[in-house]
């Protein structure tokens, strides 16, 4: 076992001994567990309470990474309880009257998530995304908490899974989002004079744009809603590449400007070599027909495109 990994054992012991130091009388158990999660095999903590519904789960590997950012475990375990008592206190039931308005769905890669698909509702989009459905566990702002509906919670709640993901792809295709400009984005950013004189300087305001939702997470499921591309189709007044930069946004590029697809999917690749496994989402890019009003992955537009050109050459040959 290397060196990191001793490190790492010794701070889930040191986080287990302290959980259970805190909560004191009202733990019940802490569980070990193994999650599997969009991109990736988690191992998580399952902490469980006396007199409670709700069983939070804490991975290991994300707290250990805010300690090394110089977080400490006190500070972190103050921070859970206080969302724990918070959802406690709050919590949504989860039924069939509930999840009309707290289930919604997000994208995630589909071939890299090809076993956690065989225990969930999914539906495809656009080639390789998968469309799932999760449950927030309260309608407020304040709260991002929220599970993953799987095929055991279809049981529960005696649905089939199409029905699922129907009220869920319903409630994001009527989401809010949120459309700006990346040039006007960045120099909003730029809060020295000088920057933002050279970045004035050096570039242009030319059909790029961020697509995402409006809490900017998991904003890249945008991408499966027609009436979201519809409406920034109309907004630009062109047809779009729409480049998955990670699981919370979506880059729209105009199709007016001629640029290169293959320059897009250089780009898309070199950025997602800078994200952390669990917010990647595709290498591929994709293109929305204004006129056919479709998003379709764009390597099967250039095939399709290639496939029709070789017709007409051929029978443009056999006039000949």
Do not use: W
């Amino acid at each position: 076992m290397r060196e990191e990994e001793y490190r790492q054992l010794d701070f889930c012991i040191a986080l287990q001994n302290k959980l259970k130091e805190r909560i004191g009388a009202d733990l019940l158990k802490i569980e070990h567990h193994t999650f599997r999660k969009a991109n990736m095999v988690i191992e998580g903590l399952i902490v469980k309470m006396k007199d409670s519904n709700i069983v939070p789960v804490i991975y290991p590997e994300e707290f250990y990474e805010q300690y090394r950012q110089g977080l400490s475990i006190d500070t972190m375990i103050d921070r859970f309880l206080d969302s724990y008592r918070h959802i406690d206190k709050n919590m949504t039931d989860f039924t069939k009257e509930t999840l009309m308005t707290n289930a919604y769905t997000v994208v995630i890669n589909a071939e890299m998530n090809r076993e956690l698909l065989k225990t969930v509702p999914y539906k495809i989009v656009a080639g390789n995304l998968a469309e799932v459905a999760r449950f927030r566990v309260k309608s407020d702002d304040e709260s991002n908490s929220s599970f993953l509906i799987t095929n055991q919670h279809l049981k529960h709640l005696h649905m089939l899974d199409d029905e699922v993901l129907e009220i869920a792809h319903k409630n994001t295709e009527n989401q809010e989002y949120i459309l700006q400009s990346l040039y006007k984005l960045t120099l909003d950013m730029l809060s020295d004079e000088e920057l933002r004189e050279i970045f004035e300087d050096e570039y242009t305001d030319e059909g790029v744009y961020v697509l995402t939702n409006k809490t900017n997470l998991e904003g890249a499921n945008v991408i499966a809603s027609e009436r979201i591309l519809r409406e920034v189709s109309e907004k630009i007044d062109s047809g779009f590449y729409a480049l998955p930069s990670s699981r919370h946004e979506i880059i729209i590029v105009s199709d007016k400007f001629n640029v290169d697809p293959k320059y897009l999917q250089q780009m898309v690749c070199e950025v997602n070599q800078t994200l952390k496994q669990k917010d990647f989402l595709s290498d591929d890019i994709y293109y929305y027909n204004a006129e056919k009003r479709v998003l379709s992955m764009y390597s099967d537009v250039e095939k399709q495109e290639k496939t029709l050109s070789k017709v007409i050459d051929k029978k443009h040959t056999m006039k000949h």
